[in-house]
């Protein structure tokens, strides 16, 4: 069975930089899509980036130009590089993967973005 373990998060000062790691394990091929999600307090889950197969990414307007999401070259692991980092980034990141036509979750990593 496939498990995605994140790693990364913790504090960070405003304009600090930080990044997340999600790898899978257990006997898959390979992912077909990874992207990364967040959830602030007491607001829904959101999109933060993603990349497709054919290597598309996309970012959230209040992310692109500070966050670089990239893989590994076996689509089993998944980065997100986050840079210029703001007190409104704080939430619990998650990683998905689409693996064999299904989403797999990460279990969620805090990054707190205060001074």
């Known amino acids: 069975q496939v498990q995605l373990v994140e790693s990364g998060g913790g504090w960070v000062q405003p304009g600090g930089s930080q990044r997340l790691s999600c790898a899978a394990s257990?006997?898959?091929?390979?992912?077909?899509?990874m992207a990364w999600y967040r959830q602030a307090p007491g607001k829904e889950r959101e999109l933060v980036a993603s990349?497709?197969?054919?290597?598309?990414?996309n970012y959230a307007d209040s992310v692109k130009g500070r966050f670089s999401i990239s893989r590994d070259r076996a689509f089993k692991t998944t980065y997100l590089q986050m840079n210029s980092l703001k007190p409104e980034d704080t939430a619990v990141y998650f990683c998905?993967?689409?693996?064999?036509?299904?989403?797999?979750w990460g279990q969620g990593t805090q990054v707190t973005v205060s001074s």
């Open positions: 998905m993967m689409v693996i064999r036509g299904a989403q797999r």
């Open positions: 257990g006997s898959i091929l390979s992912s077909t899509a």
């Open positions: 990349i497709a197969g054919g290597g598309t990414t």
